[in-house]
C-alpha cells in the first residue's frame, strides 16, 4: 500500500526539473495558452514556493514550512503524483503524454469520446481520483474546505488546468461539446466504478472512499478548468507541436527517441511537488 511505502523526497521532485525540461516547456505552453492559469514560474526548492506566494516572507516562514515538507502526508501526496505518471506503479494506464500526442498522428478523424477510448477514460478518473487524494492529504477539514483551498494555490490552479486540457478536453474534445458539467458527471460515474477498483487495489478501500467522498467538491474548479481548456485548444495544440516536430510527420504512432521522452514525461510528479510545496508555504505563512 501506498501508505506504508518509502515516500519519494519533496526536495528531489523541486529540485530535479530545470529549465529546458520537456516537462517544463510542456506546463508554460499549456498555462500560457489557456486563460485562468497563474503566471507560470520555475522554482527548486520550498523556499521558492513560499516567494511565490508572498516574496516578502520572512525566514522564519520558510523554516516552517521547509519543516512541513517533510510530513508524511506530504510525502504521500507527492507518491501519488508521481505513481499517475508510471504504468508499472499501477494507478496510470497510460504513461506520459504519449496518448496525447497520439491524437495529432493518424491519418483520419478519429472519434474522441469516452466510448471511442475506454481506457483513456478510465485512466482520466483513475487521475481525478488522485486530485482528490492529494487534496486530502494537502488540505485536512471539510470536502468544500479542502477542494476551496486546492483553488486557490496557483499550484492548485495549474494541476487542474493541466487535467482539464491533457487528460480530459485534448482525449475527449467530442465529448467536451456537451458541456462541462455533463462530462464531469460521466468523470465521476467512472470514478467510482473502474477507477475506484484500480485506485482501491493500489491505495487501498480508506483512500478510495476517502478521494470518492471529495469528487463532488471539486465540481465547480474541475468544471472551471475545463472550460478553460475547451476555449483554448488552438492555441494548446499548436504550442505542444512544437515539442516533437519529428513524431508530427510520423503517419500513425509517436516512435523512436520521442516516444521515450514523452513516456519519461513526470508531469504529474511535478505537478503535485508544487502543490505539496505550496500547500506548505501556505499554511506557514497562516501559523
Known sequence: MADNARMPI??????????????????????????GGP??????????ALARLDPAASAEAVARATAMAGEA???RAVWVGDALDRA????????????VFSLFMGSGRKARTFESDTEQAADAAVKLLGVAYMG?????????????RFAALPAGREM???????????????????????????????ASGEGSSR?????????????????????GP???????ARSSMGPITQGLRAFVPAAIGAADSVTGVAAGTLDALPVWRFLSARLAAEACAQRALTT
Open 88 to 99: 508499472d506503479m499501477g494507478l496510470a494506464a497510460l504513461a506520459g503524454l504519449k496518448n
Open 199 to 219: 485506485f482501491r487495489k493500489v491505495m487501498g478501500s480508506d483512500a478510495a472512499g476517502l478521494s470518492g467522498r471529495l469528487l463532488d467538491a471539486f465540481r
Open 136 to 148: 486530502a492529504k494537502l488540505f485536512p477539514g471539510t470536502p468544500q474546505e479542502c477542494a476551496t
Open 73 to 75: 502526508d506530504v510525502e
Open 39 to 48: 503566471p507560470f514560474v520555475l522554482y527548486k526548492d520550498v523556499a521558492g
Open 160 to 190: 487542474l488546468l493541466y487535467y482539464a486540457a491533457a487528460e480530459v478536453a485534448l482525449p475527449f474534445a467530442d465529448n467536451l461539446v456537451q458541456g462541462s458539467g455533463a462530462v464531469f458527471g460521466r468523470l465521476t460515474g467512472l
Open 222 to 228: 474541475v468544471e472551471q478548468h475545463l472550460d478553460f
Open 10 to 35: 519533496l526536495a528531489d521532485a523541486l529540485a530535479e526539473t530545470g529549465e529546458q525540461d520537456f516537462t517544463v516547456k510542456v506546463c508554460r505552453t499549456l498555462f500560457t495558452a489557456a486563460p
